[in-house]
C-alpha cells in the first residue's frame, strides 16, 4: 500500500486505511453480459449487491476507483439512523402519516443495521455507544430542551439532557453549553464494516471489479450497454450507487445530488489517559453547529478522529488541515501539543430536499443523497433497493414515493455553496 506523507510527517489518507487497505478483488476478465450491474462499491452498491446475489442473480459491482474508495471508506464512523428534516418541517410538506412514516423507518433502519452486522458476524467495532450532542451556546441548549420535552407522540427516544455544570461528565471543553445524550447512536470503524460487505458480497457469489469506470449508457431491448474503461457491459438491471461522486455518467442524478466536501483528520495516538479526560465516555459527539463538527476517540482509545466543514470553498484536505486543526483546538485546547497523524476528504451526497431518495427513472434503479447520515442509510437503502430488483414488494419503503426534487439552471456543480458556507458561519455565530 502506498502512503503519502507531507513534510510534517502526516499522511493525507484516511486513517481506517492504516489498518484495512482498500481491497483490489482480482478482477480476471469482467465478463460482456450481467443481469445486475451495480456502479459504485459502497455501502449502497454492496448492501444491494448481496441481496441479487445470494438470491442467484447473476451480480456485478464496478467501481472507477479502489472497492470502497468514495465515502463508505473514509467518513466519520458515527450512525444516528436520523433524517435531517424534523417532524414538523416533514409534516408540513408531506402531511402527519408521512412524517411520521418517514422519521420512523428511517430510525428503524438503525435497528436494521445493528441486526444486519450482528447475524452476518461482521468484524467492524460496532458499540451502541450514545452520542452527545453539544450545544454551541444557550440559546441552542434551551433549544435543545424543548426538542426533549416536546417529542412527537410515537417517536419520543430517550434523550438524557446534561446541564453545562455537570457536562464534565461527558466532556471536558469549555466550549460548549450543556447538551443532550442520544442513547441510541452508535459507531463503527467504516472500513472494517466496508470489507466485511465485500466479502459478504463476493461470498454470495457477486463479482467485484475495481478500477473499471461507467463512462456511457445506452438503452437498448434487453435492457443496458454500459461502456466502461475496461470494455462494454450489457445488463438487465442497472443500479447507479455513485452518491457524492455521481457524474455527467447519469445526468438526471447529478442534477438532485449536492456533493458537499467533509473534511477529517486523526491525531497521533498518545496515551488514553489523555482523551479519557477529555471524552470521559466512548460516545460520539457532534455539535449544534450548521456547520457541524464531529468527533470521537479511536477504537483503542489513543487517538482523536475529528471532522467537519472548515473552507468557503472545496480544498485539498492538506490545504485546510491548519483550519481543521484550529477548530479543533477552539473546541480542546488541551491538544496544542498533540500531533496530526492523518488528514482526508469525501464528497458527500446532499439532496434539495434534505431526504435521502430511492427509486427508478427510466429504467435506471438508484439510491442516493444520505445528507451525511449514510452508514445507516445506504446500508438499509442499498439491502431495499436489491430486495425491490428481486419484486418484493414488502421492500417498498416509505421514501419510494417522495419526489427526488432539483433546481432550475441546477446541473450538479454546487456553485451557491461558498455563499452558503459563508451564511451558515453568520449564523453559526449569532443564532
Ligand atoms: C468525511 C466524511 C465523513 C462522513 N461521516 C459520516 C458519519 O459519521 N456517519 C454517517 O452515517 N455518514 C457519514 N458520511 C457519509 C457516508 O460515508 C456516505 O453517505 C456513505 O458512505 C455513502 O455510501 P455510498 O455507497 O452511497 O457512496 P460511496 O461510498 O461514496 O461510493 C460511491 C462510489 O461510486 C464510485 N463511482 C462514482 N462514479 C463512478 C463511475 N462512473 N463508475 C464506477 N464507479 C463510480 C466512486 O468511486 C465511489 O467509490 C461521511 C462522509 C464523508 C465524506
Not at 402519516?97 to 452486522?117: N, Q, S, V, Y
Amino acid at each position: 500500500m502506498t502512503h503519502s506523507f507531507n513534510s510534517d510527517g502526516f499522511k493525507a489518507q484516511p486513517y481506517w486505511w492504516d489498518e484495512t487497505a482498500r481491497m483490489d478483488p482480482e478482477a480476471g476478465e469482467i465478463p460482456a453480459k450481467t443481469e445486475v450491474l451495480v456502479i459504485g462499491s459502497g455501502y449502497t452498491g454492496l448492501n444491494c449487491a448481496i441481496q441479487t446475489a445470494r438470491s442467484g442473480r447473476q451480480t456485478l459491482v464496478i467501481d472507477a476507483e479502489a472497492t470502497g474508495w468514495g465515502c463508505s471508506s473514509r467518513n466519520g464512523g458515527q450512525i444516528s439512523g436520523e433524517i435531517k428534516p424534523d417532524y414538523a418541517q416533514l409534516k408540513k410538506g408531506y402531511g402527519a402519516d408521512k412524517a411520521f412514516a418517514l422519521i420512523k423507518e428511517a430510525r428503524g433502519a438503525l435497528d436494521w443495521l445493528d441486526g444486519f452486522i450482528d447475524s452476518e458476524s461482521i468484524d467492524c467495532e460496532f458499540r451502541r455507544c450514545g452520542r452527545f450532542l453539544a450545544a454551541h451556546n444557550p440559546r441552542q441548549f434551551r433549544k435543545l430542551l424543548q426538542t426533549a420535552e416536546n417529542q412527537p407522540r410515537g417517536l419520543e427516544q430517550p434523550l438524557r439532557i446534561v446541564e453545562v455544570c455537570d457536562q464534565a461528565s461527558e466532556i471536558d471543553s469549555e466550549f460548549y453549553h450543556g447538551g443532550v445524550v442520544i442513547e441510541r447512536h452508535c459507531s463503527l470503524d467504516p472500513a472494517k464494516y466496508h470489507q466485511g460487505l465485500v466479502r459478504l458480497a463476493l461470498r454470495g457469489g457477486a463479482q467485484v471489479v475495481s478500477h473499471c469506470r461507467a463512462e456511457g449508457i445506452e438503452r437498448n431491448s434487453s435492457g443496458f450497454r454500459v461502456t466502461t474503461s475496461r470494455g462494454v457491459i450489457q445488463t438487465r438491471d442497472l443500479v447507479i450507487a455513485t452518491n457524492g461522486y455521481t457524474s455527467h455518467l447519469t445526468p438526471w442524478q447529478q442534477q438532485r445530488i449536492v456533493p458537499i466536501g467533509s473534511y477529517m483528520l486523526a491525531t497521533e495516538a498518545t496515551h488514553r489517559s489523555r482523551f479519557e479526560k477529555l471524552m470521559p465516555t466512548d460516545r460520539v459527539y457532534c455539535d449544534t453547529r450548521k456547520l457541524v463538527v464531529y468527533f470521537h476517540k479511536s477504537a483503542d482509545g489513543r487517538r482523536l478522529i475529528f471532522g467537519g466543514r472548515v473552507s468557503i470553498f472545496e480544498s485539498d484536505p492538506v490545504k485546510s488541515l491548519p483550519a481543521l486543526r484550529r477548530e479543533m483546538l477552539r473546541i480542546f485546547p488541551q491538544l496544542e501539543d498533540v500531533r496530526i497523524s492523518h488528514t482526508w476528504m469525501g464528497y458527500v451526497g446532499y439532496t434539495f430536499d434534505n431526504l435521502p431518495h430511492i427509486g427508478s427513472h427510466d429504467g435506471i434503479h438508484y439510491a442516493m443523497g444520505y445528507c451525511g447520515s449514510g452508514i445507516c442509510l445506504a446500508s438499509y437503502f442499498g439491502n431495499r433497493l436489491g430486495l425491490q430488483l428481486l419484486g418484493r414488494q414488502d421492500a417498498n419503503t416509505a421514501f419510494n414515493d417522495v419526489s427526488f426534487q432539483t433546481r432550475p439552471m441546477y446541473k450538479g456543480k454546487p456553485w451557491f455553496l461558498a455563499s452558503a458556507v459563508r451564511y451558515y458561519r453568520l449564523s453559526d455565530r449569532f443564532l
